[in-house]
């Protein structure tokens, strides 16, 4: 055989394996290592190294396309400047993701606006590019999810699959008030992820002897979740104030209630 027929078979048979990445790359590469004189191990790893790489870049875009995050937001672009009460080197610990080998949680806690949902995304962003799944939904979205499955029968199964994601990140807990059956159903969730020692995310307006509130005025089982998520976990308390008003402020569009 030509050694045309050869290539021919090679590029046939990596796109018959799903090597597509490698048979676009492999006259290329073929040249290259002929004029650079590459031995056929070197050869055969530069080839390899660009399909592995075009999986990996694959399947972090997949995971990201089901993690349901509200939009994409990296932890470097946060600004630590703006608030002072967020540890840097406590974020950086975070960001090795080894929090999740650890089944630790994480709870921000804070006022609107300070950055909790920027820090939880881009954690999850870390998450998925670790290759883990993750997914992201609001606390209130995830109760009506809830509600939904358990009016058509089909909450175990729904338990099942928020059971699965090496990473669930429950944003806004605290914004509105959770019926009895909600605050029951989510303390299930927290109760089966923590069995699994699969990590939680959670962000919130409220502090801890406020969360009563959250789970229907049920102090008891507001405890009983806050003992699970707080087991092993980090706690990041925000003091600061909102991005949005701050803007707004250096914009002369905000006046203070003494200044009006």
């Not at 400047?81 to 610990?93: I, T």
């Amino acid at each position: 055989m030509s050694a045309t027929t050869y290539e021919h078979l090679a590029k046939e048979g990596l796109l018959s394996l799903g090597h597509s990445t490698a048979a676009q790359l492999l006259d290329s590469t073929a040249q290259r290592a002929a004029a650079e004189n590459w031995s056929y191990s070197h050869f055969l790893g530069m080839l390899l190294e660009s399909e592995l790489a075009a999986r990996k870049r694959r399947i972090i875009e997949t995971t990201l396309r089901f993690a349901n995050l509200p939009y994409q937001k990296r932890l470097s672009d946060f600004d630590f400047s703006c608030q002072p009460s967020v540890d840097p080197v406590l974020v950086e610990e975070l960001s090795t993701g080894r929090f999740l080998a650890e089944g630790r949680n994480i709870v921000l806690l804070g006022p609107p606006g300070v950055g909790k949902t920027h820090l939880a995304i881009g954690l999850a962003m870390i998450t998925a590019e670790l290759g883990h799944r993750v997914y992201f939904t609001s606390a209130m979205h995830l109760a009506r999810k809830l509600s939904t499955a358990f009016a058509q029968n089909q909450l175990p199964h729904t338990m099942q699959v928020l059971a699965q994601p090496k990473l669930l990140v429950i944003d806004e807990v605290g914004y509105l008030a959770l019926e009895s059956n909600q605050a029951a159903m989510l303390f299930e969730v927290i109760c089966n992820r923590y069995q699994k020692s699969a990590s939680i995310i959670v962000t919130s307006n409220k502090a801890f002897g406020q969360w009563g509130q959250v789970f229907a005025n049920d102090p008891v089982l507001a405890s009983a979740a806050l003992d699970r998520l707080l087991h092993h976990s980090t706690v990041l308390n925000i003091k600061g104030d909102s991005y949005r008003l701050r803007e707004k402020r250096k914009a002369g569009l905000f006046q203070t209630q003494s200044q009006t």
